[in-house]
C-alpha cells in the first residue's frame, strides 16, 4: 500500500525530530557534565526525553516502509506507554530548572506535591492504558500513520492539562518576571529560557493543525534552552555599578554566579564575601589589586591586605555628587511645574475679573 503524502510528511518530521533531540540532548549532556553545569546537564535529560514523543509516528513510518502495513494493535499500546511515560519526569525537571533559578531557598516545598502528582500519572498510565489513551487507526493499513493521544476526560489526561498549565505559568510567564527584575546577561538569559518555554508548551495547544509548524516549534525550543543556561560571562567591568539591588545580589546567590563576571562558579575557586557576595577566583583577585574591597560591603577581600580607602572615597564622591545633581534636576523640574500652575492660576483669575 502506498503511504500518503501527509503519512510522508508525519514520518520524516518525527523521525527528523526524534534523532535532533537525541542528538542535541546527548551533546549538552556531555558538554554539561565536563563543565560541571547541574541545570544544563537536567535541561540535556529534559531534551533527550523529548525524544520519545515523537516515538510511535517514526516507528510507525519505518514499520510501513518495510512491512508495508501498520504496527500491530498488541504492539502499539506498549508504544503510547513508552511515549507518554516519559511526560511527567520532562514536566518535573523543568519544574525543578525553574524552582532552582527562581525559587531556589524553596524549591523542596514546590517539588514534592510535583513529584506525587507525577508517581499517579505513572501508575494510572501503567495500570489502565487502554481507557486513558486513544488509539486512531487508518480506514487502510499501510494509507497513513496511526496516530494516538490521551484522553482529556480521563484523569491522564487531566493530569496532562494540568502539567502544562502550570508548566507555562511558572516556566514561561515566571522566567519573563524574573527577566524584568534583572539586568545584563541575566536578563537576556531568562528571556531565552522563557521564549523557549512558551514555544515548547504552547505549540502544541495551537498548531495543532499543521504537524510541520508544531514540530518546528517545539524543536526551534531546544536552542533556547541552551543558550539559556549556557555559561556566559558579561564583558569585564573595570569598576563598580552606580546601583546595586538586594534583589539582584540575592538572584546571584541562588544560582551560585560571580556578582563581578556574571559566571558560574564552580568547585572551591571561590571567594565568598562576609556579606554573602560570591566571586569567582579571577574576579577577586582583580579587585584585589585596585581597592582590594567587596562591591557590595567595601569589606576587604583579601584580608592579609589593607582596604585601598582613597578609591573607594573617591567613587562613593562620584556616586555622591551624581546623586546630587540627580536631586537638583528633579528640584527643579518639580519648582519649574509649580511656577507654572501659578502663571495659569494668574492668568486664569485675570480673565476672570
Not at 190 to 210: E, M, R
Request: glycine share 6%.
Amino acid at each position: 500500500m502506498v503511504l500518503s503524502a501527509e503519512g510522508w510528511l508525519n514520518g520524516i518530521t518525527a523521525t527528523a525530530c526524534i534523532l535532533f533531540a537525541f542528538t542535541c540532548g546527548l551533546s549538552i549532556i556531555f558538554q554539561a557534565r565536563k563543565i560541571k553545569a547541574k541545570l544544563l546537564f537536567f535541561m540535556g535529560l529534559n531534551i533527550f526525553f523529548t525524544g520519545f514523543n515523537w516515538l510511535i509516528p517514526s516507528v510507525d513510518f519505518f514499520s510501513i516502509l518495510l512491512k508495508g502495513q501498520n504496527i500491530v494493535a498488541d504492539k502499539i499500546i506498549w508504544a503510547g506507554i513508552l511515549t507518554y511515560m516519559w511526560t511527567p519526569l520532562i514536566i518535573l525537571i523543568s519544574f525543578y530548572i525553574g524552582a532552582e533559578l527562581m525559587i531556589s531557598n524553596r524549591k523542596k516545598f514546590f517539588l514534592s506535591p510535583c513529584i506525587i502528582l507525577c508517581i499517579v500519572f505513572e501508575i494510572l498510565l501503567l495500570f489502565d492504558p487502554y481507557s486513558s489513551l486513544q488509539i486512531n487507526y487508518p480506514e487502510i493499513s499501510g494509507n497513513d500513520l496511526i496516530s494516538i493521544g490521551v484522553l482529556l476526560v480521563h484523569p491522564v489526561g487531566i493530569l496532562i492539562l494540568f502539567f502544562t498549565l502550570s508548566a507555562i505559568i511558572f516556566c514561561g510567564i515566571g522566567f519573563i518576571y524574573k527577566s524584568f527584575k534583572s539586568s545584563g546577561v541575566l536578563k537576556r538569559k531568562f528571556l531565552l529560557l522563557s521564549v523557549g518555554y512558551f514555544l515548547y508548551l504552547v505549540s502544541p495547544l495551537i498548531l495543532k493543525f499543521s504537524i510541520f509548524l508544531l514540530r518546528t516549534g517545539m524543536v526551534s525550543s531546544f536552542p533556547l534552552f541552551y543558550l539559556g543556561l549556557k555559561e556566559q560571562s558579561e564583558r569585564k567591568m573595570t569598576k563598580a555599578p552606580e546601583i546595586i539591588t538586594k534583589e539582584e545580589i540575592s538572584l546571584h546567590k541562588d544560582i551560585k554566579i560571580c556578582h563581578v563576571c556574571k559566571g558560574k562558579i564552580l568547585g572551591f575557586n571561590s571567594y565568598i564575601c562576609e556579606c554573602g557576595v560570591l566571586y569567582c577566583e579571577k574576579c577577586a583577585q582583580a579587585l584585589i589589586k585596585p581597592e582590594n574591597a567587596c562591591w557590595v560591603c567595601n569589606s576587604a577581600i583579601d584580608k592579609n591586605k589593607a582596604v585601598n580607602s582613597s578609591k573607594i572615597i573617591e567613587s562613593n564622591k562620584i556616586k555622591i555628587i551624581e546623586g546630587i545633581f540627580r536631586v537638583k534636576k528633579s528640584i527643579n523640574s518639580k519648582v519649574k511645574k509649580r511656577l507654572k500652575k501659578k502663571v495659569s492660576n494668574v492668568k486664569f483669575c485675570k480673565a476672570n475679573h
